[in-house]
């Protein structure tokens, strides 16, 4: 199959020639590249990957330095580009990460919380984690609810455990959803302090990372991205 990206890269790196500030960032913050650069040009770009000398789907960039020789450097895409139509926002949140990372543009504050869609779906999943996995023994009461009406509610969990000899102690599926919903929770904690502005706005995404997951991440990132293609395109 083709390369819808790789078909187009002489045109891109063209275009790319009218931004060479852009690229100089590029081979400065994901290239590691220390000194003085000169001068940058893509020579090359594609979204799969080559047998030849590059095996990883990305940009090629020749760079020059003011006391070396020109070299040059492999910057690969992650997550792949899917398409052509990904090419243009992809290459403008690059720029806004890299001058970020160089100092050269304020990291995008996000001041509101939102929930996203997937967020339900998660819901559903914990609900139904705890409801197969841990039901609470026959005859539990439930603050004024009685025993029958749980021992009810709970029986396609009771008869699916019995059939199958599926279960988790209560203590036990707590121990596990803490633990990986903690460490989503500690990646938001650090997304937010890079990013979010406001400890309400803060402590309404760590606490909804810790209750519904990676959808309240990924929905930040996806925000973060999107302020950064925002002011990019007003700078430019």
């Known amino acids: 199959m083709s390369d819808p990206v790789a078909s187009k890269s002489g045109f891109l790196c063209m275009y790319m020639k009218n931004h060479p500030d852009t690229l100089v960032a590029y081979v400065k913050y994901f290239g590691k590249v220390e000194g003085n650069v000169l001068t940058a040009e893509m020579s090359s770009i594609d979204s799969k ?6 095996t990883s789907y990305g940009m090629a960039l020749v760079y020059k330095l003011k006391s070396g020789q020109p070299d040059s450097i492999r910057v690969s895409f992650d997550p792949p580009l899917s398409g052509y139509e990904e090419v243009k926002p992809r290459l403008l949140n690059m720029k806004a990460e890299a001058q970020e990372g160089l100092g050269m543009l304020k ?16 819901g559903i999943m914990v609900f139904f984690y705890f409801y197969f996995l841990s039901p609470p023994p026959l005859g539990t009461t439930f603050l004024s609810v009685p025993a029958t009406s749980v021992d009810t509610f709970f029986s396609p969990a009771h008869a699916i455990r019995n059939a199958t000899g599926l279960g988790l102690s209560f203590r036990t599926a707590c121990a596990i ?10 990646y938001t904690w650090s997304l937010c302090k890079q990013y979010v502005k406001g400890t309400i706005v803060t402590a309404a995404y760590v606490g909804s990372t810790m209750i519904f997951g990676f959808p309240m991440w990924i929905d930040l990132k996806r925000r973060v991205q999107q302020k950064r293609i925002e002011s990019v395109m007003k700078a430019e």
């Open 107 to 122: 990291a995008p504050q996000i001041t509101t919380f939102r929930i996203p869609r997937m967020a339900a779906f998660t």
């Open 49 to 54: 990957a080559g047998l030849g000398q590059w």
């Open 177 to 186: 959803f803490v633990t990986i919903h903690g460490a989503e929770t500690l």
